[in-house]
């Protein structure tokens, strides 16, 4: 069964990092598409990152480009995101997701096209 399970939240003050973990069960990463994604109390879910399958591009919105970096290990199966200069919007409930199309050569940062949602890690930034 194809699962990701997401590790790495907790709190930290405005200009702190976390390190988040994604690892997968069930399948091979590195031949998907995979996204990073975020959803604050109240907002609608949001794209951070993704990888194309075989690791040929990351994307980032404007928001968190320069700051957020994500990495895949293969030999692990997990994906990590490494977050930077944190600020107390970036506060939201993080999680993993797999492209619905197995043969998408691109990533794209549309929640939609998603699915096999992990249960998602919290980050709190707040001084």
């Known amino acids: 069964q194809l699962q990701f399970v997401e590790s790495g939240g907790g709190l930290v003050q405005p200009g702190g990092s976390l390190r988040l973990s994604c690892v997968a069960s069930?399948?091979?990463?590195?031949?998907?598409?995979i996204g990073w994604f975020r959803q604050a109390p109240g907002k609608e879910r949001e794209g951070v990152s993704c990888i194309t399958k075989n690791s040929k591009r990351i994307n980032y919105p404007k928001s968190v480009k320069d700051r957020f970096t994500l990495s895949r290990d293969n030999a692990k199966n997990t994906l990590y995101l490494q977050m930077n200069v944190l600020k107390p919007e970036d506060t939201a409930v993080y999680y993993c997701?797999?492209?619905?199309?197995?043969?998408?050569?691109?990533?794209?940062?549309?929640?939609?096209?998603?699915?096999?949602w992990g249960q998602g890690t919290q980050v709190t930034v707040s001084s």
């Open positions: 069930g399948f091979t990463l590195d031949g998907y598409a």
């Open positions: 997701a797999v492209d619905r199309n197995p043969y998408a050569d691109a990533c794209t940062l549309v929640p939609r096209r998603y699915e096999y």
